[in-house]
């Protein structure tokens, strides 16, 4: 299995370790992934305020990129896959679109080979039973509520699975041995900036969340997008502030859990820079 892989900004800063499991988990399972040369931001956070056309030319670009290679496009961040995905329908689906593009580009993209999220190049594609092959650490007695947010699931003819109730990375747990809870906010908005921005607003939608995960008894919370894993993880304490609670729930990249039960070193896929310290869970669960 071999494709060209789009890592994105986020990947190199805040989300840093969902690049080093996602790497590390593609070594043990003999998935190629060849970085893009000289690929480009996709957008995701400004480029809709300059115009659709640069919207689409900025994630077009490294799609293009790609297209030289021959080679599909696996994508980590969800809002870089939303952007890249929406970049290849446009120019797929209007020759308009393509014209300008290409025009714009200076170089042909013809929008050939499809734009994956990593839970597509791990889960569908690498299969659940060869998933279960590879597990030498089950996660069992693991429960987990898997949060898939916005952008892999919206809007609909982006979604790489079910609008309201996605089963993908539920699916991937399950292969793992653990057990995937069934809960109310698995494609609930994290917030986004609002974190940032409007804190107040932010940490109640963050809080929400958060309530939803503890009442379905999960013992922790995955996802595979950098900012939900920032809101979720890193917004934990601001949240308790706010609400007078006390959670302390592990927040893991589905990547990170997916290197666990495979036997790889929690250090290799980055755990260590949580900071809801996963520790304890993962001793009681022998996982580390």
């Not at 308009?96 to 569908?124: P, Q």
């Not at 893991?252 to 304890?280: D, R, S």
Request: aromatic share 8%; net charge positive.
């Amino acid at each position: 299995m071999k494709y060209a892989y789009y890592p994105g900004c986020s990947l190199s800063a805040t989300g840093v370790e969902f690049n080093m499991s996602t790497l590390a988990l593609a070594r043990k399972l003999g998935v190629e992934l060849r970085e893009i040369p000289q690929w480009n931001c996709c957008g995701a956070s400004y480029s809709h305020n300059r115009g659709h056309l640069f919207a689409i030319a900025l994630p077009a670009r490294n799609l293009a990129l790609a297209e030289r290679e021959k080679l599909e496009v696996a994508v980590s961040c969800a809002a870089c896959y939303n952007k890249l995905k929406a970049a290849r329908e446009a120019v797929k689906s209007s020759p308009e679109m393509k014209e300008k593009i290409n025009r714009v580009l200076n170089m042909e993209y013809n929008a050939t080979y499809d734009v994956l999220s990593s839970v597509e190049v791990f889960g569908k594609r690498y299969g659940l039973d060869n998933i279960s092959a590879r597990v030498t650490k089950p996660l069992t007695g693991l429960r987990v509520a898997s949060y898939y947010g916005c952008l892999l699931v919206r809007p609909p003819q982006l979604a790489m699975d079910d609008q309201e109730n996605p089963s993908s990375i539920d699916d991937i747990i399950g292969a793992l041995g653990g057990t995937a809870v069934d809960w109310s906010h698995k494609v609930e908005c994290c917030g986004a900036f609002h974190s940032t921005y409007n804190s107040k607003a932010g940490f109640h939608v963050i809080g929400d969340i958060l309530a939803a995960a503890a009442e379905s008894g999960a013992d922790c919370i995955t996802v595979a997008c950098p900012l939900c894993m920032l809101n979720l993880d890193m917004r934990q304490a601001n949240v308790n502030r706010q609400r007078k609670t006390k959670y302390k729930i592990p927040i893991f990249y589905f990547t990170e859990l997916m290197g666990l039960a495979m036997g790889i070193l929690p250090k290799e896929l980055g755990i260590q820079k949580h900071f809801v310290n996963p520790g304890p869970l993962l001793r009681a669960k022998a996982l580390a």
